[in-house]
């Protein structure tokens, strides 16, 4: 492989992709692990010490999956506006995001003027 040309974005995202879906698949596999443990499990809730534990990792690998995702959504909108060409330019004012910012976020939309008014405004 040469180490001469940097991946281009499409590349880098469809990879981040690529990777987000294993992850969600292990997720996924977690959260039927849970169901099936808890559908094999004793009926007995009060006195089962396994229970609160249980809820408590369905609730991760649900919290996680959700955020999973969330970010293969974010990154199939990029994916969209690598290929339209727009990929790189803020969604709002049209201005270049940055590759600094690009890099620590592959998926943003906004420049960093534009996302700091939008999260002024929530
Ligand atoms: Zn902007």
Partial sequence: MSTAAE????ELLAARREQLLREAGVAESRLSDIR???AGG???????PEGE??????SQAEGLRAGLVDE??????????????????????GRPIGAERLVARPTAELCI??????????
């Fill in 7 to 10: 991946p281009s974005p499409g």
């Fill in 36 to 38: 099936s443990t808890r």
């Fill in 42 to 48: 004793s009926d007995d809730d009060e006195h089962d």
């Fill in 53 to 58: 534990t249980l809820s408590a990792q369905w």
């Fill in 72 to 93: 293969l959504a974010q990154l199939d909108r990029a994916l969209d506006r690598v290929a339209d060409g727009t990929y790189g330019s803020c969604v709002r004012c």
């Fill in 113 to 122: 003027d534009c996302a700091r008014i939008v999260e002024a405004r929530r």
